[in-house]
Each structure stands twice: as structure tokens, then as C-alpha cells.
């Protein structure tokens, strides 16, 4: 008489093996899931950075076409951006304060021709600094360089500005 195995042996603490393969798998999965939504956030994020980058050129394009303009930029960010910053690189940098943070930072750029800035750097993703086109930077980090404008509540507000019988534009 040939001995087989019972029901029991393929059991453990009361599981049969497909049970217990059917969580696993149900686990694997849900693991899964959490990996791809952190993805696609992370690529939400970085979207967000290329678009402002984008629109803002486009506006600033639409003032420098312009006779006279003034106009406001808003737009949103990823919430662990704090700051938009615009410097000019090739003079000294002059803030103290988080500015002064923000400079020391920055100063890493200084063979580039980047004009603006998402603060902090590792948080924008591998668009940290830009150079943005047609703006009078000599006149924005007058007072201050950098120039930042704090970013409330994942938005900020930019004041496009070009002058009447002006060249380049301001932003404040």
C-alpha cells in the first residue's frame, strides 16, 4: 500500500500553498503600485519645472515684443521648491540672509550663462538653473543678488515689466 501525503503536509499554519501564493502575489502587487505612483509623481514634478521654465520665456518674449507691457505671471511649482531666484553671476554676489544661502549655493554655476533659479537645487530636479532671454538682470539684482521671490503654497507671482523705451525686461 502506497503512502501519500495528506492535505495537512501541504498545509501551513492552516494556508494552503495557493492561499499563500495569492497574498504573496497580492503583496508583490501592491508594492508595485506605490513604486509606479511615486514615479509618476516624481515626473508630475519635473513637468511642472520645464512648463514654468517655458511659459515664463513665452511671456517674457510677448513683453520684449512689446511697445510697453506690464503683466503677472503665476504659476505653480512643486511644493518643495521654496524659491525662484534670478542672478547675475558675473558680478559679485551681495545678499545676505537666506539670499546669502541662496548665493553660496548658486555660485557653482558661475562658468555658465544661467540667469535664474529654482531654490533649493537638489529638489528641481535636472533643471536647477536656466537662462531665460530678453531680461535686464543688471536692473533685477540691483539691490539684491540673487533676486528671489518666495514661493507661497506651491504658487508664485512674477510682475512682468518692460518700460516704455526700454530694451529688456524687468521682473519683480
Known amino acids: 500500500m502506497k503512502r501519500g501525503k495528506s492535505k495537512k503536509s501541504q498545509e501551513f499554519m492552516g494556508m494552503s500553498f495557493t492561499v499563500m501564493f495569492s497574498i504573496f502575489l497580492i503583496v508583490v502587487f501592491i508594492v508595485i503600485a506605490f513604486i509606479a505612483i511615486k514615479a509618476f509623481l516624481s515626473t508630475q514634478q519635473c513637468s511642472q519645472i520645464g512648463i514654468f521654465k517655458k511659459d515664463l520665456q513665452a511671456e517674457i518674449d510677448k513683453a520684449w515684443n512689446?511697445?510697453?507691457?506690464?503683466?503677472?505671471?503665476?504659476r505653480s511649482l512643486p511644493s518643495n521648491i521654496n524659491y525662484v531666484c534670478f542672478a547675475n553671476l558675473s558680478n559679485a554676489m551681495t545678499s545676505s540672509g537666506i539670499e546669502g544661502e541662496i548665493a553660496e549655493d548658486i555660485?557653482?554655476?558661475?562658468?555658465?550663462?544661467?540667469?535664474?533659479f529654482f531654490y533649493p537645487?537638489?529638489?528641481?530636479?535636472e533643471i536647477p538653473s536656466g537662462y531665460i532671454k530678453h531680461l535686464n538682470i543688471d536692473e533685477i539684482t540691483k539691490t539684491k543678488?540673487?533676486?528671489?521671490?518666495?514661493?507661497?503654497?506651491?504658487?508664485v507671482i512674477l510682475n512682468i515689466e518692460k518700460p516704455l523705451r526700454e530694451i529688456l525686461v524687468k521682473v519683480s
Not at 512689446?66 to 503665476?74: G, H, N, Y
Not at 543678488?145 to 504658487?155: A, E, F, M, Q, V
Open 66 to 74: 512689446s511697445a510697453s507691457l506690464s503683466l503677472e505671471f503665476k
Open 107 to 116: 555660485s557653482i554655476y558661475d562658468e555658465t550663462e544661467d540667469n535664474m
Open 145 to 155: 543678488n540673487p533676486y528671489c521671490i518666495k514661493i507661497s503654497k506651491g504658487n
Open 121 to 125: 537645487l537638489e529638489n528641481a530636479c
